[in-house]
């Protein structure tokens, strides 16, 4: 007879591997295999309470910081199992080597998260977010952020602190390049595209990034556009028009999620039991892991909620955080914080287990080394096929603001060209804020992207004329003189690239130093000008506008700059883009958005001279260029707008014709105006877009499809619900120019 020892042990470690997997799965936030959930609850069980604290603890490589530097010696602690994550370290050797301390050097040999600010591009670098923006063009966003995910994972990055999608109304806010602009539902669909081209189908692939979707939240609403400012709002304020992005990248699915540096209403971010825990958690379910900004937990004590660090580990953690970003006050603090029962086991446990899912689902667990592929590094960046997806990108986000007497595109005969200004050449400028690895050198100039194109034909002649930001007219002569002897101008003004992002607030919003001056002398000689306007905020323009025969804005456009302004100046491509952020006339209007309340005394255009309404004694309401907003090299009407009510849904009909001369991309919008409310409603409101393409002379018939749903609104309980009565319908080119009907619902 045989023995029944053998089937005996089978079956006992058969029970005891299902019973760890039906732990694991009961512990299990995320997706994640049942071999990687075994391992983290493996690796729950091994660790001590400190290596659990090391996981929880993310540690600056010393390049790119952004912040002061609270942990020099970041190599020892990795090595002593006291980090889980490391920033701003990047290529393949740096990165396998840093690992190799983690999965060789330390006793649990768990795998580090490589985070970097891959914001719009990793080399190849794209226009700053608020140009791609301008772009509406989802697809294409999708795509940029799929290039730069496979640029930085081939480069040994696996998470980036990226989408940014705090909301702003604010231009004097320097952070509003890093964003998708003023709007809420496009900020969401934005939101959702970046997810989705950072993260792909499946984070294990080599060439995927995990999304770090930030800054949570309402970071955009700093008071009076100074950054780190705090945020004070209405709760309706905050659901309605300041979360909605932050929710669309968690349902696309964001790995992870950062904290904001402000407060809001009292209260900051990084201690928001609120926030974090009860609406992002379980509102949410948000399944990732949440990480604070740089130093976010140590600056409790500066705002005035936390006695010392260690206190303000306490809150943090307390409220939900999971991952101390560089301020080693978890690493220092959370241990004793456990001791004195200030903290629970299971809440560290909790934050230990997320930070270990990310690493399960990036399949770091399988292969810590799957982002350190050299092959890739030296075949998959930049890469002909991606420098032409940025040059595409620069197209079509450049606006076309003015353009007058068909100024544009520059006629074929143009014997002499003549390019003036501090940013028609400046490399560094190219990239704007936040450039990640982008090499400037590599950047083509405006400069370049003109001579690229005449391609010697015709002379090219350039004078800087003056600097970005000082008094010094002494090149003003030079520039007069070349504008004189050329046929057309070109002007390349603006601000320089550390003039707006990160620390970078304006209290004023021209042209900074004397370049509206060179602007007036420049335009004065009569030649045919355009203005091109390198800058990463809206800018008050109300002078340039009024001289200037054509105002292109470009943005920052990224490497291939120079190459895709080049393409709308001389007419390859005719522009599309449309702002989606304000233009104020002045700093005095700010905060200025479409998406305003009526007031009790509007102001009415038919009586200006009225007293008592709702308006400036020295400038009027509206902006110098509305949300929306943007030229094309052709003219499109609409006409024909109808819509009608089929059960739970609005069918909204319209045509647009392009009645100009030359085929041409439209995007057409749809605006929605709810009469009454029981609490007020925006004048109008953006519910859906179509960027459509309408060869010149015909008409196309567009269609949009709205449900009651998508009527709703965040009423004073903080419920989401529609409300029966007339809705004014409107579709048109940008905010102000749009064509209604109404439509009645029961
Ligand atoms: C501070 C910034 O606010 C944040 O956006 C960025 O991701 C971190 N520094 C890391 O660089």
Redesign the pocket.
């Known amino acids: 007879m045989k023995s029944s020892k053998p089937k005996i042990l089978f079956l006992l470690v058969a029970i005891l591997i299902l019973c760890h997997s039906v732990e694991a799965q009961k512990n299990t936030r995320q997706n994640i295999s049942p071999a990687d959930q075994i391992k983290i609850e493996t690796l729950m069980r091994q660790m001590t309470i400190e290596e659990k604290i090391g996981q929880l603890s993310l540690f600056a490589s010393g390049w790119?910081?952004?912040?002061p530097s609270m942990n020099n010696d970041y190599k020892k602690l990795i090595k002593e199992g006291n980090a889980g994550a490391v920033?701003?370290a990047f290529s393949v050797d740096y990165v396998r080597e840093v690992q190799k301390l983690a999965v060789e050097g330390s006793r649990m040999k768990i795998p580090l998260l490589f985070g970097y600010?891959v914001i719009h591009g990793f080399r190849t670098i794209f226009p700053i977010p608020l140009g791609q923006a301008c772009t509406w063009n989802l697809k294409l966003i999708e795509e940029a952020e799929r290039v730069a995910a496979i640029e930085a994972t081939a480069a040994g990055i696996n998470w980036t602190?990226a989408p940014?999608v705090d909301i702003a109304r604010d231009p004097r806010w320097g952070r509003v390049m890093e964003a998708a602009g003023e709007d809420a539902w496009l900020g969401g669909k934005i939101a959702a595209a970046r997810v989705r081209g950072f993260q792909g189908n499946d984070l294990k692939s080599e060439n995927t990034l995990m999304a770090?979707v930030?800054?949570f939240a309402a970071y955009g609403a700093a008071m009076a556009g100074r950054d780190y400012n705090p945020v004070d709002m209405s709760p309706v304020s905050l659901y309605e028009w300041y979360l909605p992005p932050y929710k669309a990248a968690v349902d696309a699915g964001a790995g992870s999620l950062?904290t904001s540096?402000n407060e809001i209403a009292g209260i900051p971010s990084t201690c928001n039991a609120w926030l974090l825990t009860d609406l992002l958690r379980k509102e949410w379910g948000f399944k990732g892991f949440i990480v604070t900004?740089?130093t976010a937990i140590n600056e409790m004590v500066n705002h005035g909620v936390a006695e010392d660090n260690k206190d303000a580990a306490r809150l943090a953690i307390n409220a939900g955080v999971d991952m101390d970003?560089e301020g080693s006050t978890f690493l220092n603090y959370l241990g004793e914080l456990l001791n004195e029962k200030k903290v629970s086991q299971a809440r560290i446990d909790e934050a230990v287990r997320s930070v270990l899912e990310a690493k399960a689902l990036l399949g770091l667990f399988e292969d810590p080394y799957r982002y350190c592929n050299k092959t890739r590094q030296e075949t998959e960046i930049m890469t002909p096929e991606k420098l032409a997806l940025a040059r595409k990108m620069v197209t079509e986000s450049c606006v076309l603001l003015k353009n007058d007497k068909q100024t544009l595109p520059i006629p074929a005969g143009v014997g002499s060209i003549a390019v003036i200004g501090p940013l028609a050449d400046s490399k560094g400028d190219m990239l704007g804020g936040w450039s990640a690895a982008g090499e400037w050198e590599k950047c083509i100039t405006l400069l370049e992207g003109i001579r690229n194109k005449v391609n010697g034909k015709i002379p090219v002649v350039f004078e800087k004329g003056c600097n970005v930001n000082d008094a010094d007219k002494s090149g003003f002569e030079k520039a007069l003189d070349v504008a004189n002897h050329a046929d057309y101008v070109i002007l390349a003004l603006g601000e320089d690239r550390e003039m707006s992002g990160?620390a970078a607030s304006r209290s004023g919003l021209n042209l900074p130093g004397v370049q509206e001056e060179l602007a007036e002398m420049i335009i004065n000689t009569g030649k045919p000008i355009v203005v091109v306007l390198f800058n990463g905020r809206p800018l008050t323009l109300t002078r340039l506008n009024e001289i200037a025969p054509a105002i292109l804005e470009s943005w920052f456009g990224g490497t291939q700059a120079g190459n895709g302004i080049a393409d709308i100046l001389f007419g390859d491509i005719n522009p599309s883009g449309k702002l989606t952020m304000t233009f104020p006339k002045n700093v005095g209007q700010i905060p200025l958005f479409y998406n305003s309340k009526n007031t009790g005394r509007p102001f009415n255009p038919e009586k200006p001279d009225e007293k008592y309404v709702s308006r400036y004694l020295d400038v009027d309401n509206d902006p110098l260029y509305p949300f929306g907003y943007g030229l094309s090299y052709t003219s499109f009407t609409y006409s024909g707008l109808e819509a009608t009510l089929s059960g739970d849904t609005v069918n909204i009909r319209a045509h647009v014709t392009n009645t100009g001369d030359r085929d041409g991309e439209e995007v057409v919008q749809l605006y929605v105006h709810d009469k009454i409310g029981a609490i007020t409603r925006p004048v109008k409101e953006l519910k859906g877009f179509q960027k459509i393409l309408v060869p010149k002379g015909k008409t196309r018939t567009i269609t949009f499809i709205l449900t009651r749903d998508d009527l709703a609104f965040y009423h004073p309980d903080l419920k989401k619900y529609w409300e029966p009565g007339e809705f004014i319908i409107q579709i048109g080119s940008n905010s102000k120019e749009t064509i209604s009907t109404s439509i009645f619902l029961n």
Not at 64 to 67: E, K, Q, S
């Open positions: 790119d910081n952004t912040g920033l701003n600010d602190f940014m770090c930030k800054h950062m540096f900004d740089w970003m990160e």
